[in-house]
């Protein structure tokens, strides 16, 4: 028999701080992580407003011996590694230890340390790079620290499918358990702000445009919305099996009833791109629930302009029939796009909302676009939310979608 | 309800050959791959050379347009997938929905990276253009091999350095074991990249000359690129459209060292959990495994916990299993190499011969296993365990077995 998969603890430094508490509080509240970027120099790329941990001092939550070296992805990641282990409050036994793992999703989590490596070889010459430094310009590094950290030896992967990347890592976790390859697993990611990554989706036109009006620069779903707002962050959630939750006693805070992928193959070179519904459908084929059965999506909606619109169309194509019901929400709207980080980000925000009765608000929406044929609540919405579909979609054509039932 | 799981077509290109009859070739004469790198200038760096594929023409395979839109990585993954596809007899899906895409990669497309970078240096990062931003996110080799053949299942990219191959090869064996896929295209894909090379140069990995696993002087390990691709099917489909089949994958281990960044556990736990766990996995006893397709890089530290976590694992038995490390012609092709090395196993099931270590004079008394030595040897082959033992402690085994009907 095929073993329930629960989830049981989250990991979260997002663009609000570090913590579970502070995230939830504020997406509860509808507040913008949306601000002016601190860290580096963003005129270039039109200065846009975007989400950036700020004052974040890793030091304060983890005790790890070259912690120095580490660039922000690592600290981010090793830093939500922690707080998903003290949330679910894991005993990292020997023997645990040996069937714990960690699945991490990224979009660029390595490019900063990549490019930088890079021009420093070019401009100052092989002799001034650091071996030190290498390490980070591997992708897997960040889920290696995470290992090294809290000696996790189950087993460690990285996944890349652009900005679903998030539930691919936990539907990929959550798979690992399935087959016995683990008994509890550390599923999220990570995705640091730099100019480096910024420079991609400015190069490729993704950004929000600046606000001229003082309309919200994030949009998710408006009729109006120009484009992505960049974030930043580290999420995780802990996924275990139900026999090992229980025996431990564990605070169960939703379970894993089935997940999806899909590709749509014309999407990524902008050939007719259709609904993006093929990983709804297969997360519901996965799960054996029928469309009428979820209550709430969490959209991946991240104010992309053909983004949006995809994932719209895609719900509204694999709801039909029961939209007049259907609750649909863009935490995005607040957070920004976290890339790697967003997809445990909505899992954590889908948990709680069950557990608490609320659907958070989706803000900065003003006037629906014509294809969101669904409701979207704009303010904080009490409701009895038994199973949510948890949607990330990356504008390639991938996405994921998992659904998560209450406890 | 799991299904089984087999290999139905191949596609390979590496330095010692494009294609898998000319792989398959080069690979038993005990070919050399390794010659000075020349994809961009190396004269800063100590060590220079690599496994270049110098042979490789994208055109010959490829419409200019999609080679002018993608990037090396992206072109070897197609070609290898193009390979394979063929040699499936796969021409048309059917229903694409139940395809996916399982690539494994260190760096997807870093020579697109150090091309933005170059324009970075000269004109500041707004000088980077889409053309170049579209074309290098780490997973658009797995988005361009599922364009090329209009997959619409799961695309995943797995990003696990130099284990990256046999992790996507076992995310699509679960896939199709929990009936979620009927055919997976996995492998890796890699090319070739200054950042590696300098990387691996600075912390004195890379060897001067020659890449010479379980030789006593061997000096380290030689970056080299390519992409190794294998058609993963469900038994029943395979069976249904008549496929040929060349071995099944019967089991998967994973585990971590969480050791230490770049180098192995001193007494590889993380290797022989992963061994043991493909071969619990796949029910497949000490006693019958005939050859082990070895991780082998030829930097003394992994040799050395290599060898010894097979005799960990192997026992009194260890000595009396043939061991070879393809990386002696190939170099370590990163994030493809365990992809390559599983289109190896597969063929060295189908076809009998053994592929040699080459470049093997000194034995190394902690080095004591048979390591084929510059020859390959025919002998039945039934079972293979592929080892991948990678950077950030990564460790993933395949384990194949000639496909028979009875078994299992």
Known sequence: MKPRIVITGFGVVSPFGVGKQVFWSKVKAGASGLKPISTFDASGCGSPLAGEVEDFRPEQVIKYKGLSFLDRTSKLVCTAAQLAVDDAGLELTREAKTRTGVVLGTTHGSLHSFSTFDRGLMTKGFASISPLLFPNTVPNVPAGHVTLMLGLEGFSSTVSSGLSNGLAAVKLAAQMIVNGRARAVLAGGVDSLTLETLVQFYAAGLLAKPATDGAAACSPFDKDRSGISLAEGASFAVLETYEQAAARGATIHGEILGCGSAFDPKAVYRLNPEANGGAMSAALENSGLSPGSIDFVSAGANGGVSGDKMEALGIKAVFKGVLPRLKVGAMKSMTGECQGASGALQICAACLGMQEGVIPPTINLREKDADCDFEIATELQKANINTVMVCGSDNSGLGTSLIIGKQ | ?408
Request: net charge negative; aromatic share 6%.
């Open chain 2, 1 to 408: 309800m799991s299904n089984r799981v087999v290999i139905t077509g191949l596609g390979a290109v590496t330095p010692i050959g494009i294609g898998t009859d000319e792989f398959w070739q080069g690979m038993i004469a005990g070919k050399n791959g390794i010659s000075e790198i020349t994809a961009f200038d190396t004269s800063s760096y100590p060590h220079r050379r690599g496994g270049q594929i110098k042979n490789f023409d994208p055109a010959v395979f490829l419409e200019p347009e999609q080679i002018e839109r993608i990037g090396r990585a992206s072109q070897l993954a197609i070609v290898a997938s193009k390979m394979a596809m063929g040699d499936a007899g796969i021409t048309h899906l059917s229903n694409p929905r139940r395809v996916g895409v399982s690539l494994g990669t260190t760096y997807g497309e870093p020579g697109i990276l150090e091309q933005e970078d170059d324009l970075w240096i000269t004109g500041g990062p707004q000088s980077i253009g889409s053309c170049v931003a579209l074309k290098n996110s780490s997973y658009l080799p797995a988005i361009n091999v599922a364009v090329e053949f209009g997959v619409e299942g799961m695309v995943e990219t797995l990003l696990n350095a130099c284990a990256a191959g046999n992790c996507a090869i076992g995310y699509a064996f679960d896939q199709i074991k929990m009936g979620c896929l009927d055919v997976v295209i996995a492998g890796g894909a890699e090319g070739m990249s200054r950042v590696g090379l300098a990387g691996f140069n600075r912390l004195f990995a890379v060897a001067p000359e020659i890449c010479q696993p379980f030789d006593k002087n061997r000096k380290g390990m030689m970056l080299s690129e390519g992409a190794g691709v294998l058609v993963m099917e469900r038994l029943e489909h395979a069976v249904a459209r008549r496929a040929s089949i060349y071995a099944e994958v019967a089991g998967y281990g994973v585990s971590c060292d969480a050791y230490h960044i770049t180098g192995p556990h001193p007494r590889g736990i993380g290797a022989i959990r992963a061994m043991e766990s493909a071969l619990a996995e796949s029910k497949i006893t000490l006693d019958q495994v005939d050859y082990i397709n070895a991780h082998g890089t030829g930097t003394p530290a992994n040799d050395k916990v290599e060898s010894l976590a097979i005799k960990e694992v192997f026992k009194d038995r260890a000595q009396q299993i043939p061991v070879s490390s393809i990386k002696s012609m190939l170099g370590h092709s990163m994030g493809a190499a365990s992809a390559i090395e599983a289109v190896a196993s597969a063929l060295v099931i189908k076809r009998g011969v053994i592929p040699p270590t080459i470049n093997y004079q000194d034995p190394d008394p902690e080095c004591d296993l048979d390591y084929v030595p510059n020859t390959s040897r025919e002998q039945p082959v039934n079972t293979v365990i592929s080892n991948a033992l990678a950077f950030g402690g990564n460790c993933a085994v395949l384990a194949l077995r000639k496909f028979d009907n009875r078994v299992n």
